[in-house]
């Protein structure tokens, strides 16, 4: 009778340090969960939800341990798996946290999550055929058959191959019409097709059937910040960080949407945060070298690049904000093999042509320049930076009033967004 009572106690316990948890209140869920192991140090469901707890407090080591512990005493629990592949991932061992997830994708219930988790870091490192094999063998898998087509969606998109990636989404939205994530992936396949407003109904729905995701919350953030409303997308991206300070990407989000609104500083704030959680995080690395250009900060730019060279030399990105910085430096030759590079891996990154436009200016080749920031506004046709070069370009063509017309709107719409972000008169609500 008293080990019932004890164990009646304990998972009286466990309960409470799931609601404390739920209310993110996790010291105090800490606290609960130790007593429970006190009480009982058996009891798996107490082990498990102390990892997510540790995990929540961004403390993967201990995370790590009481995953351990639990698959100890159960060595199915699929969320112990799962959690303990996510950790190694917060931790950079990619390839361990692979043998994790592959763990949990053999237990019923959690080989959905695990998939779509191995896959994000197959995608990340750039084995997009991998992950394509892992979508199809899902596929192969009629229960699984909608995560098989979500990944084989965002495999496809690492390949480029955007209007099949854009197939494959619509397959996973039909066969799983509830499903948040797939709802994400079609809006992302519709992003790389620049058909931004079916984005972003897209996304915005996958928000409304999940609302607590704060990864979808932050990619809605995203897509407004594409089409040029970052400020309306910061409130969700950094109260999404916020709500998970152990996440990288979500930080490197708030920090990319305030880069937009120029505001540089605050930028490199949230973005050094990213790094600091995640040091080999390839698109914070490359925005932070971004930020440090505009500053004029250029030794510590080129620095930056450098720490992900090794592993971001297969983006365009990373090679369009290598070549600005070079034309920045007055290194135009440089610069111009960097924009080549940048434009050869992706013929439809904005941005490197964007890079392009700068360097045919500060050449003084002015009508090319105008033809470059066109295409690049073809492209994305809301990016306030293209807009500043095709201005800049049409003054160097003498062409002052359509010049002064273009920087207005820009200057117009910039100040809009501003008024609108600070407008509960607080200078330091964006800060890291």
């Known amino acids: ?12 316990l466990i309960a409470r340090g799931k609601d404390l948890g739920l209310e993110r209140r996790y010291p105090e869920a800490l606290i609960a969960l130790r007593e429970a ?29 009481a995953c351990d512990e639990a698959l100890k005493y159960d060595a199915a629990r699929g969320m112990a798996w799962n959690l303990r592949g996510i950790a190694l991932a917060s931790l950079g061992r990619d390839e361990e946290a692979l043998d994790a997830y592959a763990h949990a994708m053999r237990i019923p219930q959690w080989d959905l999550t695990a998939a779509q988790n191995a896959s994000l870091i197959l995608c990340g490192q750039g084995r997009f055929d991998e992950a394509q094999r892992l979508g199809d063998d899902l596929i192969r898998g009629n229960r699984l058959a909608a995560a098989g087509w979500i990944i084989r969606s965002r495999a496809l998109r690492g390949l480029k191959r ?6 494959a989404a619509l397959k996973g939205v039909g066969l799983a019409p509830a499903n948040a994530v797939a709802w994400a992936e079609l809006g992302r396949s519709l992003y790389f097709l620049r058909r931004f407003d079916a984005c972003l109904e897209a996304s ?28 309306e997308a910061l409130p969700r991206m950094a109260q999404a960080a916020k709500d998970n300070p152990a996440d990288a990407g979500l930080a490197n989000n708030v920090g990319f949407a ?11 704030g949230w973005i050094d945060r990213a790094l600091a959680l995640r040091p080999q995080h390839r698109d914070a690395a490359i925005n932070r070298a971004y930020v440090l250009m505009r500053l004029e900060r250029y030794d510590e730019a080129d620095a930056s690049l450098g720490t992900t060279e ?12 290598k070549g600005a910085l070079h034309t920045h430096r007055g290194q135009y030759d440089n610069a111009l093999a960097a924009i080549k590079k940048a434009t050869e891996l992706d013929q439809n990154n904005a941005s490197a042509w964007g890079s392009m436009a700068e360097l045919l200016i500060a050449l003084q080749d002015f009508e090319k320049a105008l033809g470059v920031a066109q295409h690049g ?35 117009t719409r910039l ?18």
Not at 2 to 12: L, N, R, W, Y
Not at 258 to 268: K, M
Not at 386 to 411: F, N, P, Y
Not at 419 to 424: K, T
Request: proline content about 3%; glycine content about 6%; overall charge negative.
């Open 37 to 65: 192991l006190q009480l009982s140090p058996t009891l798996v469901e107490a082990w498990v939800y102390l990892a997510l707890t540790h995990y929540r407090l961004n403390e993967y080591i201990e995370c790590l341990g």
């Open 1 to 12: 009778m008293a080990d019932k009572h004890v164990h009646t106690a304990a998972m009286d």
């Open 377 to 411: 506004l073809e492209l994305r046709p809301h990016d306030w930076d293209l807009m500043d070069l095709s201005a800049a370009a049409l003054r160097g063509l003498g062409r002052d009033t359509e010049a002064d017309e273009i920087k207005g709107a820009v200057q």
């Open 204 to 231: 915005q729905h996958g928000v409304e059937l999940d609302p607590d995701d704060p990864e979808l919350s932050s990619w809605v953030g995203v897509v407004l910040v594409a089409v040029g409303r970052p400020a």
């Open 258 to 268: 305030l880069l937009c609104l120029r505001r540089f500083d605050e930028a490199l």
């Open 162 to 167: 955007h209007e099949q990636s854009h197939e």
């Open 310 to 321: 090794a592993t971001a030399s297969d983006q365009s990105a990373f090679w369009a904000t």
């Open 415 to 432: 100040a809009e967004q501003i008024a609108l972000l600070d407008q509960d008169g607080s200078s330091h609500r964006w800060e890291a």
